[in-house]
């Protein structure tokens, strides 16, 4: 019998629920937590009138709920008690109509995604006000085994597409997710997504016009090994997706278009095979290793069994000297078609005569030294070791190639491979010095789908130099097809400890830009279809990495001029 008086914690632990009460406690403390959370959380939406409020390494919107809370921090303890207590939660929006499920489904979170699917199937058909479903954020974010995941449980996934009709391959040909790609074509047996990745947008971009589009050499590569991807797809412009590869390449846009106003006429002179000269033969035909038997003529090494292997590799190394100067002659007529030809010919004949060289020379000096057995086997081997890596580096030159042969292709896909990894590394390390864009998105609609940018671009060749370059893009100024998009780009001398500084002046139509001063002045004419009259928008960007930077923005706007008529005094 209990005492009137007992404690709690006396009671409990005579009855051996203390480790419950233990368990409760602490699921309601976490619970409160949950609570402080998001009451910081409005406080922030309350004194930010921004469309974002920052939250750990996240930004999220306006509105976000606790249960979304919870997934961010991938708190398990939470989300379970609040899928227990505040189930109605799991249907809560923000201000951007996304769901819990979606941030479970854009961070990766599998276990919550799972819970998620736990208590209703339907949340996966939820959209954002972007028309995005989670599968699609899943897809974004590179998050596979999300999307196998989702998949399990989706009838059809060639239904489920944004606002642009975009379905997961899209996102992740834009986003540059290579395991997504990888997985739904090797799922192309499942009739489910077999022709998905062949589908078209509301702009009639497939997915290989998206990766080509958004600069993903890894995906483009993949999609045009595939036999199921169409490569002569067209979207709405007519285009393919090497066409718009080449209406939108802006790779080393800065330099490209800083170079001086003879770089052309320097470039048509000078060539990559320019110093191969068949002039330097005549020395090595003249003088034969050994030297010569002066009363018959003939060679000294004449018998010696690496002489032949000599005379041939040195006649075809000659012969195709002679033929690659003549094929580039080609290159001098002033047609470009022509030109890419005879670059096709000779760079299979340079390497040719390249490599026969390499081993005339190996067999030349091994014919002078053969008696010094140690010596003549170490520059043997050294000599192997040369070829082969010179062989390999030229190798990688020629592939990939352009052929649409399978064994080709399958040949050229590993040199490519390799090359990717060196631009990649090469990128890693340039990131650790400063490399930015900063400017202004003058004219621009509300979804950037048509922008000007006017943009510093400053990087560093050393850690103790900097080149700054001034920049304005109009590649994407107007959907218009037939109009005009030059892009331009100087070098702006900047001085010592001197601030970045940039006038521009934006007349419907006619963008003025000032850098420094006035030191370099662009003048352009853009032609925008939708970022007219109240619809354009002013942007301000900045990519810098690894560097702080202040900016400050001063707008001015000038109403209309009156222009009094003439004369001045009608009665006059």
């Known amino acids: 019998m209990l005492k009137v008086g007992t404690p709690v914690l006396r009671l409990c632990s005579s009855t051996g629920d203390l480790i419950i009460l233990h368990e409760r406690r602490r699921r309601i403390r976490k619970f409160q937590e949950i609570i402080v959370e998001f009451s910081k959380a409005e406080l922030m939406d309350n004194q930010n009138s921004a469309k974002f409020i920052p939250y750990g390494k996240y930004y999220i919107p306006l509105g976000i709920s606790p249960l979304s809370l919870a997934i961010l921090k991938r708190d398990q303890d939470s989300l379970h008690i609040i899928l227990r207590e505040k189930e109605e939660w799991i249907c809560s929006r923000d201000d951007e109509g996304r769901t819990a499920f979606h941030y479970a489904a854009s961070i990766g979170y599998l276990h919550g995604v799972e819970k998620l699917l736990a208590t209703d199937l339907s949340w996966q058909w939820d959209r954002d006000s972007h028309g995005l479903f989670p599968i699609h954020w899943a897809s974004a974010g590179g998050h596979l085994k999300v999307v196998e995941k989702l998949l399990e449980y989706c009838s059809d996934p060639r239904e489920m597409l944004d606002n642009n009709g975009r379905n997961i391959v899209h996102i992740a040909a834009q986003m540059g997710k290579l395991n997504v790609i990888t997985y739904i074509l090797q799922a192309t047996k499942n009739h489910h997504v077999e022709n998905v990745i062949n589908d078209k947008d509301k702009f009639g971009n497939a997915p290989l016009h998206l990766a080509s589009l958004h600069f993903h050499p890894k995906i483009v590569h993949t999609l045009t090994r595939d036999p199921g991807v169409d490569l002569t797809s067209v979207n709405k412009n007519n285009e393919t997706a090497l066409d718009v590869f080449m209406n939108n390449c802006q790779e080393n846009l800065p330099l490209r278009q800083a170079k001086s106003p003879n770089g052309s006429i320097q470039r048509q002179n000078k060539h990559p095979y320019s110093g191969f000269d068949p002039d330097n033969y005549s020395s090595i035909c003249r003088c034969m290793p050994g030297g010569t038997n002066d009363s018959e003529g003939m060679a000294v090494m004449l018998k010696h069994a690496w002489f032949k292997p000599f ?21 001098q007529l002033g047609d470009s078609t022509l030109a890419l030809y005879a670059l096709k010919i000779a760079s299979p004949l340079l390497g040719i005569s390249l490599t026969t060289l390499s081993v005339a020379f190996m067999a030349g000096v091994y014919l002078v030294i053969s008696d010094l057995s140690w010596l003549a086997t170490t520059f043997l081997v050294l000599c192997a070791v040369c070829i082969v890596m010179l062989l390999l580096l030229y190798t990688i030159l020629w592939f990939p190639s352009p052929s649409s042969k399978p064994w080709i292709r399958c040949i050229s896909h590993y040199p490519f491979l390799f090359q990717t990894w060196l631009v990649e590394r090469d990128d890693s390390k340039v990131a650790g010095l400063a490399k930015y864009d900063v400017g202004l998105l003058a004219i621009a609609d509300d979804t950037l789908s048509e922008q000007t ?55 419907h139509s006619i963008i003025e830009s000032f850098a420094q001063g006035g030191r370099t002045v662009i003048s352009g004419r853009v032609y925008p279809t939708k970022a007219i009259y109240g619809a354009a928008r002013l942007f301000l960007f900045n990519n810098a990495t690894n560097i702080n930077i202040k900016v400050t923005l001063k707008i001015w706007q000038l109403n209309s001029a009156f222009i009094r008529p003439f004369p001045f005094d009608q009665s006059q």
């Open 311 to 331: 005379i041939f590799c040195i006649t075809i190394s000659m012969y195709g000297s002679i033929g690659v100067t003549i094929i580039l002659i080609w290159t």
């Open 453 to 507: 940018p006017i943009y510093f671009h400053l990087s560093n060749t050393t850690l103790a130099s900097s080149t700054t370059f001034f920049c304005v893009d109009q590649t994407r100024s107007s959907q218009a097809s037939d109009v005009a998009k030059p892009i331009y780009g100087s070098k702006v001398p900047v001085l010592s400890d001197e601030k970045l500084s940039m006038r521009v002046l934006v007349d």
